[in-house]
């Protein structure tokens, strides 16, 4: 039997967080929300996800200082910023903190869909099981 991937999303706005939640769930992924970097990073010891979903501005830190906190706890999950301010400084920051690929707000949900999808795909066939 597949396990269900699962994924975390970090985002303060409760709005985001559902509308993320229900699509990747309906496409059959288990999905838990955080509204602080401080909660993923708690989440992310305590749970193993295959994929975090993380907003660029948190109330607590930036999404680019917890790809950091991330690779260092969970080398193996994927990581993807989500932005409502891209910029290229944003996104070369981003990529050389450890985000496996950016995605701008408002979220076209077909494109984050997409991303999440290959993403994982990729993970799979590189083996990369977060058990190791």
Known sequence: ???????LVVDDDPNICEVLATN????GYAVKCAGTGKKAIEMSRDEQFNLALIDIRLPDMQGTELLTQLR?????MIKII?????????AVEALNKGA???????????????TVDE??????VLGATLYI
């Open 82 to 90: 989500i932005t409502g301010y891209p910029s290229i400084e944003n």
């Open 100 to 114: 496996d690929a950016y995605v701008l707000k408002p979220l076209d949900m077909e494109k984050v869909l997409k």
């Open 24 to 27: 990747l769930e309906a496409k």
């Open 119 to 124: 993403k994982l795909k990729m993970q799979e």
């Open 1 to 7: 039997m597949m396990t269900r991937k699962s994924i």
């Open 72 to 76: 260092g706890t969970v080398p193996k």
